[in-house]
């Protein structure tokens, strides 16, 4: 079982795994071992609760394809089973990043003292500039 949250876990079956030849620096390993991990997550054919659905289906991320699956690939290491670790924990915390509400942003307005700092400051670099013109006699 994969927890996701309290409520919400995941069968391990709803989870399908692909290892392939990680690309890059490794040697002879990386020519005979397939390291890299690859999971794939159908987000419509699974068991979470509409709402997480929906919202995962609605993000704009790079790992989820338009069909509608998660696609996490992960070669960080050369050992498979941490490769294997660090796509679950990604994955994890994909789905768990659906749950969490954005704060409202409030507008603020400046201060009258700070506005008035600006124009002060304005109005001094506008006066060195106006003391550069040419010099008439």
């Not at 419509?44 to 609605?58: D, M």
């Amino acid at each position: 079982m994969i927890t996701i949250s309290q409520r919400v876990q995941l069968q391990d079956q709803e989870i399908e795994w692909q290892f392939i030849r990680s690309s890059g620096a490794g040697g002879q390993n990386v020519n005979k071992v397939s390291t890299c991990a690859q999971l794939i997550f159908d987000i419509r054919a699974s068991s979470l609760p509409e709402f997480y659905k929906e919202k995962l289906l609605a993000r704009s991320d790079h790992r989820i394809t338009p069909s509608g699956k998660i696609i996490i690939k992960c070669q960080e290491t050369r050992s498979q089973e941490a490769n294997r670790e660090t796509a679950l924990a990604q994955f994890i915390s994909l789905v768990q990043s659906v749950n969490q509400v954005q704060k409202k942003r409030i507008p603020t307005k400046a201060t009258r003292a700070s506005q008035q700092r600006r124009v002060d400051t304005k109005k001094q670099r506008a006066s060195t500039k106006a003391m550069r013109g040419k010099v008439s006699y």
